[in-house]
């Protein structure tokens, strides 16, 4: 009877609920952008760069309202997100199975990894010239280089995120009796999942930057690369700025609200560090 | 009483449940790998023969190398004998041989409750929702645990862990629970716990248990029967067969002097080894 108080002395932890919402962080959030607008209007004020160079905070965000009424920012958002979505999905689609493919065939598995840790490294912007001329000025050119630049990632991280399982969690499951596509869906998956969402959310990061300098230099009349170009076309610092600070926005929330949360939700169910 | 040698152990019924016929199996090594014979080939089972009848407690102890993790392995079907026969009397249908191993480290998946631990091997073999649940609570209840039923594997301690890989493994109710050094990684106290917790659960299912561990005193304290594996014959040396009440206290005259026995065994194996 002395294995019942051993039990009855403990008590589940409660679990944790990942990062609360603390007011003292928004407070220093609050004061790095009231410092940093500070600073800008002084540099505005004293004048160092001419009116049509630097605009005030103010003016930047008379552009902000002018842009959102005339449906340009919203269409640009919309129109880059789309891609994104999509060139995102495409690579997981493709990266995914040639991952896959990776694991069941040693010998390919190999070639292959060291193939893709290469383009790995391959700046995204240097598929331009080759997708302009291989699919022309089109939505087809911008998502062949989002996909280039990130199906690799998703290649490797499916690959070692796989492989490196730990083989105490496939014997003991064998053991029970799983096999074949059981195996892989209810433990080689769930086993790999805290890397494989670290490998997708640089994935995700790698297809962001892509999407933006594809768009700069594919012309396609649409998306927030497009706009960002346009502006330097008429020297309209305003809306460089504003598309500047839209990217910003749309990666931060993506990767802090998104991915984080997603990463922090496992990572607090495996038990590992509750210490974001 | 004790102390009679490969003898008839004490088990209820002479039902065989498992038997190893001549079983063979070795190793290639490659290049410098270590413990090097002719060829870069180890043999580590020379032809073992054993045979363990339904209820048995049968504790195996061995020093390191002696092969018993390979044996374990082969008992378990994680791994196949060069040459030889593993013949396991089945009863359930289910997809494992019969054979279910508790590891050391429990092997436990992080990403699943208690609750969902236990059923795993029932899901495995396709037994429906209601009726998994209904035998993993059960389980759950007898290593009492019930309170931490939806708690993840980090929010137990390493007993807990060890209670709830005994509660997976007795859900899918196998002939055989081979459990390999289950609580080597456990404090003494613990362990003592988890002594007198397995010794009631085989009490109350009557299950055969196969017990791996190169602790002697575990080994003497727990078995009906006690095989000294061998690194040097490459088989099993001694058998003991120990036919005293449990708890057991392994201060006890008649378990010193298997103790020192089986100690003796593995003294003359070191020497040998030098």
Same mark, same amino acid.
């Given at each position: 009877m002395q294995s019942e108080q051993e039990v009855t002395e403990l008590q589940p932890r409660t679990k944790s609920k990942g990062p609360s919402f603390d007011i003292s962080d928004v407070a220093n959030v609050a004061l790095f952008l009231a410092a940093f607008l500070g600073i800008w209007q002084l540099v505005y004020m004293i004048g160092v760069y001419p009116d049509a160079i630097l605009p005030s905070p103010a003016e930047a965000a008379g552009k902000i309202a002018a842009l959102v009424g005339n449906g340009v920012l919203p269409i640009g958002i919309g129109t880059s997100l789309l891609r994104l979505v999509i060139g995102f999905m495409l690579s997981i689609a493709l990266g995914g199975i040639v991952g896959l493919a990776m694991v069941k065939f040693r010998g390919f598995g190999k070639t292959m990894s060291s193939f893709a840790v290469g383009l790995l490294t391959f700046p995204s912007i240097a598929w331009v010239p080759f997708a302009i001329l291989l699919i022309g000025f089109s939505d087809f050119g911008i998502l062949f280089v989002v996909v280039? !630049? #990130?199906? @690799? +990632?998703?290649?490797?991280?499916?690959?070692?995120?796989?492989?490196?399982?730990p083989p105490i969690y496939v014997r003991a499951a064998k053991n029970m009796? !799983? #096999?074949? @596509? +059981?195996?892989?869906?209810?433990?080689?998956?769930?086993?790999?999942t805290p890397s494989l969402i670290i490998g997708m959310r640089q994935a995700w990061s790698f297809a962001w930057h892509a999407l933006i300098g594809a768009e700069m230099l594919i012309t396609t009349?649409?998306?927030?690369?497009?706009?960002?170009?346009?502006?330097?076309?008429?020297?309209?610092?305003?809306?460089?700025?504003?598309?500047?600070?839209s990217i910003f926005a749309i990666g931060m929330v993506f990767d802090r609200v998104i991915f984080l949360k997603l990463e922090e939700r496992v990572r607090a169910k495996w038990g590992l560090g509750q210490n974001r | 009483m004790?102390?009679?040698?490969?003898?008839?152990?004490?088990?209820?019924k002479n039902e065989l449940v498992l038997e190893l016929r001549n079983v063979h199996k070795g190793f290639e090594y490659g290049g410098n790998g270590k413990a090097t014979v002719d060829n870069n080939h180890q043999q580590v089972l020379n032809g073992i023969n054993l045979k363990i009848k339904k209820g048995e407690f049968v504790t195996v102890v061995g020093p390191s190398g002696c092969g018993k993790s390979t044996l374990l392995n082969i008992i378990s079907g994680l791994d196949q004998p060069?040459?030889?026969?593993?013949?396991?009397?089945?009863?359930?249908?289910?997809?494992?041989?019969?054979?279910?191993?508790?590891?050391?480290?429990?092997?436990?998946?992080?990403?699943?409750t208690v609750q969902d631990n236990v059923e795993f091997g029932l899901k495995m073999d396709g037994v429906d929702h209601s009726k998994r649940s209904q035998v993993a609570t059960h389980f759950i209840e007898m290593v009492g645990l019930t309170k931490f039923s939806q708690s993840y594997v980090y929010q137990l301690s390493g007993g807990m862990k060890q209670r709830v890989a005994i509660a997976r493994a007795l859900a899918m109710d196998p002939e055989v629970l081979l459990m390999d050094e289950p609580f080597a990684a456990l404090d003494v106290q613990t362990r003592e716990l988890m002594h007198d917790e397995?010794?009631?659960?085989?009490?109350?299912?009557?299950?055969?248990?196969?017990?791996?561990?190169?602790?002697?005193?575990?080994?003497i304290q727990l078995g009906d029967r006690v095989i000294v594996l061998s690194p040097r014959v490459r088989n099993i040396k001694r058998e003991f067969a120990i036919d005293m009440p449990r708890p057991r206290n392994p201060d006890a005259p008649e378990l010193v002097t298997i103790k020192r026995q089986i100690l003796k065994e593995f003294e003359e194996d070191f020497r040998h080894a030098k």
């Open positions: 280039m !630049a #990130s199906v @690799f +990632s998703v290649m490797i991280t499916t690959y070692s995120s796989l492989r490196n399982i009796g !799983a #096999s074949g @596509f +059981s195996l892989f869906r209810h433990v080689m998956i769930p086993a790999a009349l649409a998306g927030l690369g497009y706009i960002l170009s346009v502006g330097r076309e008429f020297n309209d610092m305003p809306q460089i700025m504003v598309v500047m600070v | 004790a102390l009679i040698e490969s003898t008839e152990p004490s088990g209820q060069d040459a030889g026969a593993v013949m396991i009397n089945r009863k359930s249908k289910s997809k494992t041989n019969g054979v279910v191993v508790i590891f050391q480290e429990g092997a436990l998946f992080p990403w699943l397995l010794l009631g659960i085989h009490k109350t299912t009557g299950k055969t248990v196969i017990f791996v561990t190169h602790n002697i005193n575990e080994a």
